[in-house]
């Protein structure tokens, strides 16, 4: 990919260029100075500072927050709008555009959601909405998932107004809410049944990636996810007739659950590699040594499936994350069973979460659950809507490169790894409607990871600085790239 850099910044960026490769210094952008950085940290602070939880919460304060950020440098209103259905205010999503100069291309996505997960105070011991800063961490509900890049999406798009960039291809920022409980409301499935319009990109810029630093620090690899598995629940249902527990028959629901559950628990499905999870584990025989003879196994088509398999549990055994890249995985989360303690059970019930590798129907999930049960007396259902199966994202060169060459002068000798999310974003809905939608962020985690979801939610504070610039320029480049 040609780099285009605009006549003006050519000499500047060259120059932050050098600076950039000068090894251990965290390099900053010239023009960027301390009054942006200082403004990106306030931006950040008064985003993770206003509660966007389900329970308390309002996402529409937060949009509007940002909006008034991007009408400060210099938005017009119409192009910084706030999407809320009538009876759901204070879910509201923004909307942003810079405009490309040629208008016959389709712009880019960046994506983020501003909810978070509920945080609660008693089990923080402070008040978890309040950023701290301490020791080089950011910490808070929502300091990594997922308010790190939507700080960091809003920023790039107050810097490229303020530059008076003008990009070939244009930019929409999407700032939405419901992405943590798509069972009540969900901005990004509302807007595409609604406002279409809104969402429509040549292709979208989400989370579900991100960087992975060793035990000392340095980063070894950058995450690019194209693809997720689909989530599906199922239900096992027993039931029997009852009666009094003193005068118990030979079918009992629970126990016949419980059996058919142990069989699921033994049950693999079979092992299945993509074009993405290919490239993913060809990375990682560099990356993860230990683990080479299992990588080479698996990597070769003409081995024994049997002998594949006895490699993916060895993998399984190093690295749970890695066994659910290559296959369909499905669990018990809940189980109850009975009414009363001293009568027979007359129902049994399992809530068995899958999460299925793209392009597997979900009915043939059910069935191969069907079958691994293995007891034609134990009802499998798929509970709720089905969704689409999405197409999986193509990840080619055009995609890759400007990650690559960004990534290199930022972090040198870092590998770019294509991977595939094994857990769900609002990605699902983008690429069921076809708009491919990829996981990038540049926000490196330690072994630890950020705790997303979790108590103390936290991310390096040069992690997040170097998000900020990572996909500052990324960006910059997609959208002045030629095709
Ligand atoms: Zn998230």
Request: proline share 7%.
């Amino acid at each position: 990919m040609p780099r285009i850099p605009t006549p003006l910044m050519s000499i500047g960026f060259a120059l932050a260029c050098a600076l950039m490769a000068a090894p251990g210094r965290a390099a900053s952008d010239p023009r960027d100075g301390d009054a942006d950085e200082a403004r990106f940290r306030a931006l950040y602070e008064t985003l993770v500072e206003i509660d966007t939880t389900r329970s308390n919460g309002d996402c529409t304060r937060a949009a509007e927050a940002m909006r008034a950020r991007l009408l400060e440098a210099g938005y017009a209103p119409e192009d910084a709008r706030i999407y809320a259905p009538d009876d759901r205010p204070r879910d509201g999503a923004l909307i942003a555009r810079l405009h490309g100069r040629d208008p016959r291309l389709k712009p880019i996505l960046l994506l983020a959601h501003i909810d978070v997960v509920e945080a609660r105070r008693e089990d923080w011991g402070r008040d978890p909405f309040e950023l701290l800063e301490r020791d080089g961490w950011f910490t808070a509900r929502g300091a990594s998932d997922d308010k790190a890049m939507a700080s960091v999406l809003t920023d790039s798009m107050i810097r490229y107004k303020r530059a008076g960039y003008a990009p070939r291809r244009g930019l929409k920022l999407a700032l939405t809410c419901g992405e943590e409980t798509p069972d009540i409301f969900n901005s990004v499935e509302w807007l595409l049944q609604t406002h279409p319009e809104t969402l429509d990109a040549a292709f979208v810029l989400n989370e579900g990636a991100s960087g992975e630093l060793d035990a000392a620090g340095r980063h070894i690899a950058l995450q690019m996810q194209a693809g997720e598995k689909l989530y599906q629940d199922f239900e096992l249902v027993a039931t029997d007739v009852g009666g009094h527990s003193s005068r118990p028959t030979r079918a009992n629901p629970i126990h016949r659950l419980a059996r058919g559950l142990a069989r699921l628990g033994d049950y693999r499905f079979p092992v299945s590699l993509s074009p993405v999870t290919r490239a993913y584990f060809e990375r990682q025989r560099a990356l993860a040594p230990g683990s080479e003879a299992e990588f080479g196994v698996l990597l070769d088509d003409a081995r024994p499936a049997a002998e594949r398999e006895a490699a993916v549990d060895r993998l399984w055994a190093a690295n749970p994350g890695w066994n659910s890249m290559l296959r369909t995985t499905c669990i018990a989360t809940l189980a109850q069973g009975g009414h009363a303690a001293n009568a027979l059970p007359q129902r049994a019930s399992a809530n068995i979460n899958c999460r299925i590798l793209p392009g597997v129907p979900v009915e043939d999930v059910r069935k191969a659950l069907q079958r691994a049960i293995d007891d034609d007396g134990i009802a499998v259902n798929a509970i709720g809507k089905i969704p689409v199966a999405a197409p999986m994202p193509t990840i080619d060169a055009w995609m890759l490169g400007p990650v690559r060459e960004v990534a290199e002068s930022l972090w040198p000798g870092v590998a770019v790894v294509p991977t595939l999310a094994t857990g769900a974003t609002d990605g699902r809905f983008l690429n069921a409607a076809g708009i491919p939608t990829y996981g990038l962020s540049g926000l490196f985690h330690d072994t630890e990871g950020p705790r997303s979801h979790g108590l103390n939610e936290r991310v390096r504070v040069r992690s997040l600085l170097d998000s900020r610039r990572f996909l500052y320029e990324v960006i910059r480049r997609y959208a002045d790239a030629t095709e």
